[in-house]
């Protein structure tokens, strides 16, 4: 069905008003903001091919955060996107003393988990939903949410080591410490 100019200036300001929150969350899944770019691309070009049969209510960004998590599920598991990138150089060890280095060496640790815990811990703690919610994004039981969890947990504090939740936690308790 051919969208009228009133469906494509709804359109535009739905992209307009969400495409920010969509590419931000496309970013911390994929962890590289060019592929975050394509990602987002991807999943507006979805929700513009399905906009007339789009409930463009209050649940609107809900529906935008389940099409991008569920597109970046998909294409993880095309053949191609799973390449390694070899390369003759050693990877450089995070400096832990700068301020600003715990968000990348974060987002450098989860962008290793493989694409379903990534986007369960996105969903469940960076954006706050609750387990049924996450489990109605990406279409699977509450328990796998929690299994899921918890196994991108695990996996993210044996790569983080004890000492950086510590250090973390310490230096955000001197932060609002110092704030007070």
């Known amino acids: 069905m051919p969208t009228t100019e009133h469906d494509d200036e709804a359109f535009r300001r739905c992209f307009a008003e969400h495409v920010e929150s969509v590419r931000f969350t496309a970013r911390l899944l994929c ?30 960004s809900r529906y935008l955060r389940q099409v991008v ?16 990138w070899l390369t003759d150089a050693v990877p450089e060890r995070a400096d832990h003393g ?13 962008a290793k988990l493989p694409a379903r815990q990534r986007a369960v811990l996105v969903l469940r703690y960076w954006h706050d939903l609750g387990v049924k ?13 929690k299994s899921q969890s918890s196994k991108g947990l695990a996996s993210l504090r ?6 950086f939740a510590e250090r973390v936690v310490s230096t955000s308790r001197r932060t609002v410490t110092d704030d007070a």
């Open 31 to 60: 962890g590289d903001w060019h592929r975050a770019e394509d990602l987002t691309q991807a999943a507006f070009l979805k929700v513009y091919l399905a906009w007339s049969r789009v409930d463009q209510t209050d649940q609107l």
């Open 69 to 84: 998590v569920r597109t970046f599920l998909s294409e993880r598991r095309r053949l191609w996107r799973r390449r390694e």
């Open 98 to 110: 700068r301020p600003g280095t715990d968000r990348l060496v974060l987002l450098a640790a989860l």
């Open 133 to 145: 919610e996450t489990a109605t994004v990406l279409g699977c039981s509450p328990g796998t949410v």
């Open 158 to 163: 044996s790569r983080l080591g004890g000492s």
